[in-house]
């Protein structure tokens, strides 16, 4: 049996430990954004790398804005709460853990920089006009700013607010009173920012410019930079480009390129150190065709040197957010994560492909892996790799070359033939799928955004191939599966085994029996001979299913159940071992053994005696997938920052029984 490849990638970017103590000087805590636990949540990780902790902010599953202050004592928080028409916004206190609501009306627009320098008082946008609200003593002091047409932002001081009007550039006292023109400049400037000793202004349209807090001296910085951040000290800006950071002296004229990254077509906002001697940035860890989200926490002296990671992608992976990660002075804790029992196994083989590796299939003590994220029809071209066939014990490796096909999402084998999903999705919502088994294609999908088919589950098992094609038709915002229809193919012959109204998806195909998720936490078993079993778990929903002989198991977030075929009896359960991890994802089960996978974590779960092993994986970033063969088990994952990054893993069955038997 084979378990169908994941379809999509997951995203990825996770923490780990220490890169020794030549950080710990520059003090404070840095706090940045992810969704490596499934949802968007905060992160608090000391310079050095150590102290991960995450901050219980509670953020709703959308997501929300928040803002802290210079001190990391408080957060500014604000979403919408899903009708459109109101908004939360409420100031939570690091240190007391507390939530205080803002009782304002019609709070919209936040100002990029809303804490003042004390980080005591926010300004706000509220339907009634814009207001300073003091975060001690829950009053505002309205702002006669009527005029203004862009984001406010606090002068170093304290004591004043910039905001544009057109042209023209205007400060109001923060405690109240008529606002004061300062300058007309020959741009409509926007995201501007003052200078740490209030000497320089700068602001953003169609490019990095900055301005003399006179009105005078106005320069083009770089055409092509969208954010940037000012020194907490002296007259120095950074900003990123594609290419690495750039530092700019305007006290000497002097620019400087401080590291030479790729840090992807739309870099992330760098933010400095309290003390002003390094920088905090955000970098792809993949070196070529990496997905959004592929990043890790970097930081790097102000002269360029002492480079170094502060997050790694063990032993759970995540997205750092689009909002850069933020330096603060204090000493910002949470919750740290739940030990794990990690494992460097001793005796493994590995290959590594030039391309990250997207999909693993495994069978009869062989390997295949689909390599290169491919691009968009239409979109920026990028590699796409052979299809790998390695057999370990004989040391041989045949390459498929793939034809016609932007990308491949899938790879199966099927007694010793490939299969593979072709995926040429266009721009926009087009998407087109084609499922190939060997020469032969199967099926073609094609959907749109409120119609179409789409291909769904692939697995395979010898010689036969089983999916799902389901059917959509909708309008804007009532988009959903009417119908979903089963196939298999063996041999020459193709044709649809069942059909269900609604969503279902193939998971699993063990002897001429697949297993299909259906609906939130329903998995139905459709047998050789027609028949239909169906078993409900109840509680969250169903992640994955497995057929192993008599028994099905169901994977939910937090819980592996065992269910008796026959008489649709729960037997057994077991905990999983998640951490601040995304959701679990089944990849194997044989015999008494099961893989699953968190974020960028292997774990080997032993099902007599409930023993667990979670694999070393050092640098390891997402995609991350485990198959079990007769004599052993195949894992691969991407290696960050490496020319070649793919890396495919073989484990004997001996080393495994070895290492969860030291488990204590």
Not at 163 to 170: K, N, V
Not at 291 to 301: E, L, N, R, S
Not at 421 to 436: H, I, K, P, Q
Not at 626 to 635: D, K, N, Q, T, W
Request: charged share 25%; aromatic share 8%; net charge positive.
């Amino acid at each position: 049996m084979r378990r169908a490849a994941l379809a999509g990638v997951i995203l990825l970017a996770a923490f780990a430990t220490a890169c020794g103590d030549h950080e710990r000087a520059a003090g404070g805590t840095i706090l940045f954004q992810s969704d490596r636990s499934g949802r968007d949540a905060w992160y608090a990780v000391r310079p050095d790398g150590t102290g991960l902790s995450r901050i219980p902010l509670r953020l709703p599953l959308d997501g929300a804005d928040v803002y802290w202050n210079g001190h990391g004592t408080r957060a500014l928080v604000v979403y919408d709460t899903g009708n459109g028409s109101a908004t939360v916004a409420y100031v939570f206190d690091a240190m007391k853990r507390t939530r205080h609501r803002i009782r304002l009306p019609g709070i919209e627009t936040i100002s990029q920089t809303p804490w003042s320098p004390d980080g005591k008082r926010l300004v706000l946008y509220t339907r009634d006009g814009d207001v300073v609200f003091d975060a001690e003593t829950g009053t505002s002091q309205p702002l006669s700013d009527e005029n203004a047409d862009d984001l406010l932002t606090w002068s170093p001081d304290g004591k004043r607010l910039l905001f544009s009007s057109g042209r023209d550039l205007y400060t109001a006292p923060a405690e109240g009173g008529p606002p004061t023109d300062v300058m007309r400049l020959h741009r409509l400037p926007g995201d501007y920012r003052w200078s740490a000793d209030g000497s320089w202004i700068s602001f953003v349209d169609e490019g990095l410019y900055v301005v003399r807090a006179n009105g005078t001296g106005l320069r083009s910085v770089d055409p092509g930079a969208e954010d940037a951040a000012w020194s907490p000290t002296g007259e120095k800006l950074v900003f990123a480009r594609p290419t690495g950071l750039v530092l700019v002296d305007f006290e000497t004229g002097r620019r400087r390129q401080l590291t030479r990254d790729q840090l992807g077509g739309d870099p992330q906002e760098p933010a400095w150190s309290p003390d002003g001697k390094r920088i905090v940035f955000l970098r792809p860890d993949l070196v070529s065709g990496e997905p959004y989200g592929h990043a890790q926490v970097w930081t790097v002296k102000a002269d360029g040197t002492g480079k170094r990671p502060v997050t790694h992608a063990f032993p759970d992976d995540g997205s750092v957010s689009n909002a850069s990660a933020q330096w603060v002075d204090g000493n910002v804790k949470g919750t740290p994560p739940p030990r794990q029992p990690l494992v460097a196994l001793r005796t493994v083989r590995t290959l590594t492909t030039r391309f990250p590796i997207v999909s693993l299939a495994a069978e009869d003590n062989r390997a295949a892996v689909a390599q290169g994220f491919g691009s968009l029809i239409g979109g920026p071209r990028s590699q796409l790799g052979p299809i790998v066939v390695w057999k370990p014990a004989r040391r041989t490796q045949v390459r498929v070359r793939i034809r016609g096909c932007a990308r491949v999402d899938d790879v199966l084998l099927a007694t010793g033939r490939i299969a593979y999903r072709c995926d040429n999705a266009a721009e926009g919502y087009t998407v087109r799928d084609s499922l190939r088994l060997g020469t032969t294609t199967l099926v073609r999908t094609h959907g749109e955004e409120f119609s179409g088919s789409f291909l769904g589950g692939l697995v395979a098992d010898h010689g036969t191939v089983a999916f799902d094609v389901g059917y959509a038709a909708g309008t804007w915002g009532k988009f959903r599966i009417r119908q979903t229809r089963i196939w298999a193919s063996t041999g020459t012959r193709t044709r649809i085994v069942r059909s269900f109204g609604g969503y279902a998806a193939v998971a699993w195909l063990d002897a001429g029996r697949i297993a299909v998720r259906r609906g939130r936490n329903t998995v139905s078993v459709l047998l050789p001979g027609g028949a239909v079993r169906t078993y409900a778990p109840g509680g969250p929903l169903v992640l994955g299913a497995a057929l192993d002989g008599p028994r099905l198991l169901v994977l939910q977030s937090a819980r592996l159940t065992a269910f008796d075929l026959k008489n649709g009896r729960r037997t057994r359960s077991w905990p999983l071992r998640r951490g601040f991890g995304p959701a679990p994802q089944l990849e194997d089960a044989q015999g008494d053994l099961v893989a699953y996978v968190v974020g960028v974590a292997v774990h080997v779960l032993r099902l007599t005696d409930g023993r667990e092993l979670v694999i070393d994986t050092p640098n390891a970033t997402a995609p991350v997938f485990a198959r079990f063969v007769p004599s052993g088990l195949f894992y691969s994952f991407d290696k960050s920052y490496d020319k070649r990054p793919g890396r495919l893993v073989f484990v004997t069955h001996s080393e495994l029984a070895r290492a969860l038997r030291e488990r204590r």
